[in-house]
């Protein structure tokens, strides 16, 4: 459903597909239809440009910070040009240059490692048919509009302190809390800060894969939830991540993964406290790499600690099993949406390396999957019906067992 190509290096997933594969022939009352996600949320058709990323911010803001960051901007591009210079950017980018030369061999090397690993993905991808040049290169207008209002529409539309379940194996539309949302088949959600997990869910080991999307403490995220709520999220400091119990809900077999930024603190800290404190070892370091429509990465490589076209996944096992074989360096190459953190789905590429019909959780998730369990704050965040459209849809006796 997600995945569209795959070699020795990684996979092509299609996030859109995927959610509109999950949605067909689905419960609505009496009646069965399908449902498409937006696609515009995925209309990524140019790099981003730091221009853009100011006006989207800009439109969160008032007007008087509009104004500022517009004469920032222009600033900026002056100094570009060689006109004028300012001390204080000269003292940043002389501190980043520092920064540069301080880095690892292996920072380098892995930057390299996945631009040859892409090239070779995307080439044959493309004598294959994937990607085409998209002639708008209209700086993702329409992904940029939707996703600004879809932080304000969410905001309002926040749940909390909830537990739900669709125990059918079919999808079903139901209002909560006089919202409507759609749910995927055998999904349940727990819509709980994380620090209440241990409270609210057996601690069994009866999970075979746990993914988690932790909320990194970040500047960038402060900043935004200054300017505007509904662009951002809590932030977690690490060693609060490291107190999630993952040990008590992880099978003898089961796999971890962590979403990661490229932040060397982070990386840090999932191998000396996290996966220690959760009795699990590193196994693997896949690489999710974004790319626009024709598949050119979404932003360049930079020397480290630049900002960089990819995130980082993590993946541990049990760490008295050894048995667990994980392949290093997988590319996951997809088109991202232009929402914060609304990560690709896993399901496809991970199945490989798990038993059949897998008991799978995902914390902090931001969107539910079938067959899985699912826990965080914004767990509803991409289930509301208002971003998706009825395709098609017929009359017909449905039976649904669900409990919302």
């Not at 969160?60 to 004028?84: H, P, Q, V």
């Not at 085409?132 to 969410?154: G, I, M, P």
């Not at 349940?188 to 988690?212: G, H, P, W």
């Not at 060693?239 to 809900?249: D, G, Q, R, S, V």
Request: aromatic share 10%; proline share 4%.
């Amino acid at each position: 459903m997600s995945l569209t190509f795959a070699t020795e290096d990684g996979w092509i997933v299609s996030h859109l597909n995927y959610m509109n594969n999950i949605y067909k022939n689905i419960a609505n009352g009496s009646t069965l239809c399908s449902l498409e996600f937006n696609s515009e949320f995925f209309d990524i058709n140019t790099k981003y440009l730091r221009q853009n990323q100011i006006r989207n911010v800009d439109s969160c803001s008032s007007s008087s910070s509009s104004s500022s960051a517009s004469s920032f901007s222009f600033t900026r591009n002056i100094e570009n040009n060689g006109k004028t210079s300012n001390k204080k950017d000269s003292k940043i980018r002389k501190r980043k240059l520092d920064l540069t030369k301080e880095l690892s061999h292996a920072d380098s090397e892995q930057m390299k490692y996945i631009q040859r690993s892409l090239a070779k993905l995307l080439s044959t991808a493309k004598e294959r048919g994937h990607f085409t040049d998209d002639a708008r290169a209209d700086n993702n207008k329409a992904a940029r509009l939707v996703s600004q209002r879809f932080y304000t529409e969410s905001f309002r539309q926040q749940v909390e302190n909830l537990y739900g379940c669709n125990k059918s194996e079919r999808a079903v539309i139901s209002a909560t809390r006089n919202e409507r949302y759609v749910f995927p088949e055998r999904c349940s959600f727990y819509c709980y800060d994380v620090r209440q997990i241990a409270n609210k869910m057996e601690m069994t080991n009866q999970f075979d894969f746990i993914l988690l999307d932790p909320p990194w403490w970040n500047k960038s995220i402060r900043r935004k939830k200054n300017k505007c709520a509904g662009a951002s999220y809590t932030m977690m400091y690490n060693e609060e991540l490291a107190k999630i119990p993952i040990a008590k809900l992880l099978s003898s077999n089961g796999i971890v993964a962590v979403w990661c930024t490229n932040a060397p603190s982070h990386l840090r800290s999932i191998s000396d406290e996290m996966f220690p404190a959760w009795g699990v070892s590193y196994r693997a370091k896949w690489y999710w790499v974004k790319v626009t429509s024709s598949g050119e990465t979404v932003c360049d490589f930079n020397p480290p600690p630049g900002k960089q076209p990819y995130e980082l996944l993590l993946l541990g096992s049990v760490s008295s099993n050894t048995s667990i074989d994980i392949p290093n360096g997988k590319l996951l190459v997809s088109v991202p949406s232009a929402v914060h953190s609304h990560k690709p789905p896993l399901t496809e590429v991970i199945k490989s390396y798990l038993p059949r019909d897998p008991n799978c959780l995902e914390i902090f998730a931001r969107y539910l999957l079938p067959g899985w369990t699912s826990w965080g704050l914004e767990v509803l965040k991409f289930q509301h019906l208002s971003l998706y459209s009825i395709v098609h849809e017929t009359t017909s006796e449905v039976e649904t067992n669900s409990n919302t």
